[in-house]
């Protein structure tokens, strides 16, 4: 079977790699890396802004001194070149929510959120990744699977587990879409074989 570049599930634009390519993120490997490293935050909306600031006095303990002075003179997003609203960073690339536990980087506003302190877990983007989304003028979302260096061993983590990315993220998949798409989603991925050598 020839599996086209882009499927239409209920009016939402999918790569087909996000059915056919694996990944799991192996944290022991990586460290949390995807936190510390790029050119620019995490990609936010109006309302996830509203969500970090009503948690800002709740993970303010755990952030760096330095990630406090960029949020004290630029707040919690900025607008990155591209024209996107993305979360504040420290020297150009650490988010400024980055903690740390030992080596490993961690997520303050998820760190506060699975402990029940806050009811913002973290962007939306940050969950979705690898997968990345884009709204088209209309809006039209199309959703495409992204290649990082710093995820190869969460590729082949995922490889080694045969386990897709749409069923890696099916729970940001289901929070950000619902579980009716999420369902149907299913049902095409059925469609195709994943089972790769």
């Not at 009016?11 to 996000?18: A, H, Q, R």
């Not at 495409?144 to 045969?162: I, M, Q, T």
């Not at 579980?179 to 149907?184: A, L, N, P, S």
Request: net charge negative.
């Amino acid at each position: 079977m020839v599996i086209p570049p882009i499927i239409d599930i209920n009016g939402i634009l999918i790569s087909s790699e996000i059915l056919t390519e694996y990944f799991c993120c192996d944290y022991e490997k990586c460290k949390g890396i995807c936190c510390v490293e790029g050119d620019a935050g995490a990609p936010v909306t109006m309302d996830e802004i509203a969500g970090i600031e009503e948690a800002l006095d709740t993970v303010w303990g755990d952030l760096s001194a330095s990630a406090q002075s960029v949020i004290d003179k630029q707040g919690v997003a900025y607008t990155d070149k591209d024209g996107d609203l993305v979360t504040s960073i420290v020297r150009g690339k650490d988010c400024v929510f980055t903690c740390y536990d030992g080596d490993n980087c961690l997520c303050a506003l998820e760190k506060a959120y699975r402990n029940g302190k806050t009811q913002f877990c973290k962007p939306i983007s940050c969950a979705l990744y690898p997968i990345r989304e884009k709204i088209f003028s209309g809006g039209l979302i199309g959703l495409n699977y992204n290649r990082w260096a710093v995820c190869k061993d969460a590729v082949e983590k995922g490889k080694a587990l045969h386990l897709p990315v749409y069923k890696f993220l099916k729970e940001p998949l289901i929070r950000r879409f619902g579980q009716e798409w999420y369902d149907e989603l299913c049902k095409v991925a059925t469609l195709f074989d994943t089972e790769k050598d």
